[in-house]
């Protein structure tokens, strides 16, 4: 590949109105069609940042917005819960096995007032009976039927 040709400044290009490696137009016209396109370009490029600066005030304002609503929402569950009562906390494992377990079965000791100890248990645990009620319903009388009336 051959080097470029430096060009001396004060050269006189014969192809100045008419260039070949610009498709025949002038140099002239070339420029003029240069600065023509980037005075719109500008104009677009100012436009872009302003859109992007609205864009980021509304970002600001959105983010502010959602973080009120927050506040709200969180007033307002703040008072549906005072109306109601708090659940007691969950007893921890430490509390949970410090505390007496409860037996199962009937209770031990002595036996109510009324209440009397079934006989004949042996070995087996007392248990309660019921005592038997003071009143009895009165016996009627069934008269029986000798035999078949058919």
């Known amino acids: 590949m051959s080097k470029p040709l430096a060009i001396p400044y004060d050269y006189p290009c014969p ?7 610009l498709q025949g137009m002038s140099t002239a016209a070339i420029w003029h069609r240069h600065e023509l396109d980037s005075q719109p370009a500008q104009r677009d490029r100012e436009r872009i940042d302003q859109l992007v600066e609205w864009l980021n005030e509304r970002e600001q304002q959105v983010r502010r917005l959602e973080q009120e609503s927050q506040q709200l929402r969180a007033q307002i569950k703040a008072l549906h819960q005072k109306q109601f009562k708090a659940n007691p906390p969950a007893p921890t494992p430490q509390e949970a096995s410090l505390a007496p377990k409860k037996k199962r079965g009937a209770p031990v000791g002595p036996l109510p007032a ?8 042996g070995p087996l645990p007392i248990t309660w009976i019921k005592p038997s009620p003071c009143h009895h319903p009165p016996a009627v009388p069934i008269v029986r039927v000798p035999a078949c009336i058919r």
Do not use: L
């Not at 192809?15 to 490696?21: E, G, I, N, V």
């Not at 209440?115 to 248990?121: A, E, L, M, T």
């Open 15 to 21: 192809y100045r109105q008419a260039c070949p490696h």
């Open 114 to 121: 009324g209440r009397q100890v079934r006989p004949g248990n």
